[in-house]
């Protein structure tokens, strides 16, 4: 299976799961747009060393998905946009009677607002292209709640609705639009949660991982980037035409419990 000729975007990919999607959609032939808010010689090496390893194009796109003119832009510069990855996110962890204001607007705009404004700049493309793939990245928290991350549930559970009408406005075009709900990544933004709850619960980086983050996911083992990009692969695949609207949870088994 390839996606040569396929150009992917994918929001916040200079680390984590963003960058395994990269890396998985390269390796299946598709050119790459990398995109976070930063701009930096490094954040241009990743595209050039992806271009290297996989034999694609690939370019780095600073845009900030906090403000919704830099989504629209991204969108626009990045030329056609076949496959749009939404997976730009950040988490802030604090009771809802704490919740600074500023954590919940941001999250709100980057983890949920930032999607809206992408999509509605890359589905013209894709229906002029008669092709498209939107696929964004929720979570286990799209499908269940924590106590402490009111702003990432509330935006995770919003991003599926907004999966499922952007899959009714494209139904009976090429053009399909699914969410992944991952369940604990060991990533960047899973690794800054790690010492607080070591704080909050006294317990060892071991036992906050095993005892605390992955007693709610039965397999007791994280996700990996690689799955996830595995994921995007397939849901861009002929196999996948007819998968739209839905979820598909990549969570060793938290949301069956
Ligand atoms: P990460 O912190 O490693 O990566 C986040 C990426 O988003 C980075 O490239 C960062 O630069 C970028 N980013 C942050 N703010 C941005 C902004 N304003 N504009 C543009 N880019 C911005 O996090 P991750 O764990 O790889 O998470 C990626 C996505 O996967 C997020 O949406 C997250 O909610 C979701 N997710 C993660 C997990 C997990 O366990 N790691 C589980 C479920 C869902």
């Known amino acids: 299976m390839t996606?040569?000729?396929?150009?992917?975007?994918?929001?916040?990919?200079?680390?984590?799961i963003g960058l395994g999607i990269a890396r998985a959609m390269a390796g299946a032939g598709a050119d790459i747009v990398l995109n976070s808010f930063t701009n930096?010689?490094?954040?241009?090496?990743?595209?050039?060393?992806?271009?290297d390893e996989f034999g694609i194009s690939a370019r780095y796109i600073q845009a900030d998905m906090s403000k919704s003119e830099q989504c629209r832009s991204l969108i626009e510069e990045?030329?056609?946009?076949?496959?749009?990855?939404?997976?730009?996110?950040?988490?802030?962890?604090?009771p809802i009677d704490e919740f600074p204001i500023d954590k919940w607007n941001a999250i709100i705009a980057i983890n949920l607002s930032s999607a809206f404004h992408t999509t509605a700049a890359a589905l013209p493309k894709m229906r002029a292209a008669g092709w498209g793939r939107v696929i964004n990245i929720s979570s286990a928290h799209g499908l269940t709640a924590s106590p402490f991350k009111s702003a990432y549930i509330a935006a995770k559970h919003g991003i599926i609705g907004l999966t499922k009408t952007t899959a009714l406005e494209t139904a009976e075009q090429p053009i399909t639009a699914n969410a992944i709900c991952p369940g604990?990544?060991?990533?960047?933004?899973?690794?800054?949660?790690?010492?607080a709850t070591m704080e909050?619960?006294?317990?060892?980086r071991d036992e906050v991982i095993k005892k605390v983050m992955l007693e709610r996911q039965p397999s007791r083992e994280f996700a990996t980037v690689e799955q996830i990009g595995g994921t995007c692969v397939f849901l861009s695949?002929?196999?996948?035409?007819?998968?739209?609207?839905?979820?598909i949870s990549v969570d060793g088994g938290w949301t069956a419990l």
Do not use: F, W
């Open 3 to 16: 996606l040569s000729g396929k150009r992917a975007v994918i929001t916040g990919s200079t680390s984590g």
């Open 40 to 51: 930096t010689d490094d954040d241009h090496a990743l595209a050039t060393d992806l271009s």
């Open 78 to 94: 990045s030329g056609n946009c076949d496959i749009l990855i939404n997976n730009a996110g950040i988490q802030h962890v604090s």
């Open 184 to 195: 604990y990544v060991l990533t960047p933004l899973v690794e800054a949660q790690i010492p």
């Open 200 to 204: 909050k619960y006294d317990m060892e």
């Open 237 to 247: 695949s002929p196999a996948a035409n007819q998968i739209t609207g839905t979820t």
